[in-house]
């Protein structure tokens, strides 16, 4: 490997990602709603998705024990040890993103990846936000090939009656569409220089307990997940650290969990809105290309998941409303929940500004582009 050395470069912040920022953000949009449209208290907690919220909370616990184990640390070594030059780093990492995405879901693939990504950027001198950025694109366009790759498809796919093939069939146009401009996106904008190590600090040594116990509750969460038992499998996950590794449970980013929940309270009240109904009844957004676009732009108000449920009423073209909200998940921050877990778990400064200078035009050519493959 080409390697030169260079001097450290500061750490990411812990508060990076424009996090805090916009939980504050959405706490004032609570307020707004509490204030203009009240609910009993009781209502709130209906909004929320727990069954999201509480797999985010047992992955986020599971992501820290790996982290700590120090497994990530040699992985990134043996990584940057083979990688020839940035750009081939950064292709390897997005494909792999894509791929793992439209297997064991867009989220999972993220929390696999950007704290491995996060400790190579650690390690030698990297454009962490923008490979953060690049790989929530990838897992937005590669879990939208298939019908567990995301919740918006698994809705679909049930709602629609379709073999599980005849949904990737359907797919597979708009999601070539997106890898391609995802790799273009690659090229454009990481350079093939070498890549320049940070000086060597003390490694933290592999603690193989601790990665053998986060391993073993990951695939014991992930089968708990998919029974349908979710406060069992978070019972044991917490109750397993807080007995064994304690320290794991206090790098947890509760504030992550606040933003989600926030949002499943702000969005769902404006998507429950009487003029919004009132505007989608109006506009003839049943089928074609008129469907496709409603669904693009209601994805960047209120996240491509709500939007996937909300519009569904009122959509009867399956593919275009797929294709829809799979585009519409790139662009703003909020147009898919993957983009709030790359920024939170990157921790990156300035992390919503390089989401956007990049999203945003990715958004634009993709739109296009799948529309083209329509008419």
């Not at 919740?151 to 049930?158: E, G, M, V």
């Amino acid at each position: 490997m080409n390697v030169t050395r260079a001097e450290a470069a500061p750490q990411p912040s812990e508060h990076g990602g424009g996090g805090n920022g916009l939980l504050w953000v959405l706490v004032l949009v609570a307020i707004g709603f509490a204030i203009l449209r009240p609910r009993a208290l009781p209502d709130y907690p209906k909004l929320i998705d727990w069954q999201t919220l509480g797999a985010l909370a047992g992955l986020l616990a599971i992501t820290q024990g790996v982290e700590q184990s120090g497994m990530l640390q040699a992985a990134a070594q043996r990584l940057l040890a083979r990688a020839t030059h940035l750009r081939g780093l950064a292709l390897m990492l997005t494909a792999s993103a894509a791929l793992l995405s439209a297997l064991v879901t867009n989220d999972v693939s993220l929390f696999l990846l950007v704290p491995l990504t996060r400790v190579l950027a650690a390690q030698a001198h990297l454009p962490l936000g923008r490979l953060v950025v690049l790989e929530a694109l990838a897992v937005n366009a590669g879990s939208a090939l298939t019908p567990i790759g995301n919740p918006q498809n698994l809705y679909l796919w049930h709602r629609s009656g379709e073999s599980f093939a005849g949904f990737i069939t359907m797919m597979a146009p708009t999601v070539a569409a997106m890898l391609f401009w995802l790799f273009v996106a690659v090229w454009l904008l990481v350079p093939r220089t070498p890549i320049a190590l940070k000086p060597s600090a003390d490694a933290a040594p592999v603690q193989p307990r601790l990665l053998a116990l986060s391993g073993a509750l990951f695939i014991g969460f992930v089968v708990a997940l998919d029974r349908h038992w979710l406060l069992a499998g978070l019972g044991v996950v917490f109750a397993a650290f807080l007995l064994f590794r304690p320290r794991v449970l206090l790098g947890i980013d509760w504030a992550l969990l606040a933003i989600i929940a926030l949002m499943f309270v702000d969005l769902r009240q404006l998507a429950y809105l009487p003029a919004v109904s009132a505007l989608l009844q109006a506009w003839p957004i049943a089928e074609g290309w008129r469907a496709y676009l409603a669904a693009i732009v209601s994805s960047q108000f209120i996240s491509n998941v709500p939007a996937a449920i909300l519009l569904d009423r009122y959509v009867h073209d399956l593919p275009a409303l797929a294709a829809g909200v799979s585009v519409g998940g790139f662009g703003c921050v909020l147009g898919s929940l993957a983009n709030l877990i790359a920024l939170r778990l990157a921790k990156v400064p300035h992390g919503l500004r390089e989401f956007h200078r990049i999203s945003i035009p990715f958004l634009l050519v993709c739109a296009a582009s799948a529309l083209l493959l329509r008419l």
